[in-house]
């Protein structure tokens, strides 16, 4: 049997630097908010030749064009992002003179949108929150749900960072792909902690300690497939599933390690941690 709680101190240390790690970089760098938030003109162009960065920059500011963003995609596929009073033609023709390119995507949300989308991700971002606490606090004790929206609070924060850090775009489709992992974190971890509970019933004279190490290792071979078969898929498409999809997969492939790694090490490290502070004298 693996002691997994006799490696809790590394577990919470390592899971706190993650958090220091992803906080320090959403206060510096922020999100790349896409144009669901924004607003906004975005134009993906695949040059024939490769073209730098610095010199589409420097092409676009000498034309006198201001409030744009620049993220190189994948080889020679180039995304600019332009703010509401920015011509899209004008930035067309100034961009024309670095080279021949095709025009992959071209798109454009006014502010009305905008505001609308931003107010309902708002509220499917609290409601799926919400409803998932609900969930735990009818199913378990106030504790045990604490725990887990912990350990679900740990998963969401590191997988923002990880936007955060690569200064991927943040869109509709990621908020989605982040309600998914919350939801797939979630899963993992009452899987752990109805086998907890069910030991409980079992094995009354052993210590809530020991049973979260046996029940981790009961569950361990379905924790190690499922999130082994769900990670090939995700790396699968975020390698081959061009540049959309594989923003969208980000989510998962980060997700789906660090949700294992928190349902493993930090969710029931966290039970047996907080239930014997706040409750010493019961198992």
Not at 42 to 49: G, I, K, S, T
Not at 112 to 141: C, D, H, N, Q, W
Not at 169 to 188: F, K, R, W
Not at 246 to 262: H, L, Q
Request: hydrophobic fraction near 50%.
């Amino acid at each position: 049997m693996i002691p997994f709680l006799r490696y809790r101190a590394f577990a919470y240390v390592f899971s706190l630097l993650l958090i220091l790690l992803s906080s320090l970089s959403l206060y510096l760098k922020g999100l790349n908010l896409g144009l669901d938030f924004t607003g906004g003109t975005v134009l993906e162009l695949r040059f024939q030749n490769q073209v730098e960065l610095s010199r589409v920059r420097k092409a676009l500011t000498d034309g006198g064009v201001s409030g744009f963003q620049l993220q190189e995609s994948e080889g020679s596929i180039i995304l600019i992002k332009l703010s509401l009073d920015q011509d899209p033609e004008r930035v067309r023709s100034i961009i024309s003179k670095l080279g021949n390119f095709e025009l992959l995507r071209f798109e454009t949300i006014g502010p009305v949108v905008t505001s609308e989308l931003r107010k309902k991700a708002t509220f499917a971002v609290i409601f799926a929150l919400l409803g998932i606490l609900i969930y735990l606090a009818y199913r378990y004790e106030p504790i045990w749900a604490l725990s887990a929206i912990l350990a679900l609070l740990h998963d969401v924060l590191i997988v923002l960072g990880a936007y955060s850090l690569s200064f991927r775009e943040i869109n509709l489709d990621v908020i989605a792909a982040l309600l998914i992992v919350a939801g797939y974190s979630v899963t993992d971890t009452v899987v752990i902690f109805d086998r907890i509970r069910e030991n409980l019933r079992i094995r009354k004279a052993t210590s809530l300690e020991n049973l979260v190490d046996i029940s981790v290792n009961q569950t361990l071979s379905r924790t190690i497939m499922t999130s082994v078969t769900t990670f090939v898929v995700s790396l699968s498409l975020f390698i081959f599933g061009g540049p959309a999809l594989s923003n969208i997969m980000f989510a998962f492939v980060v997700g789906v390690i660090v949700g294992t790694f928190s349902s493993v090490f930090v969710a029931g490290a966290l039970l047996s941690d907080i239930r014997s502070k706040l409750l010493p004298a019961r198992v």
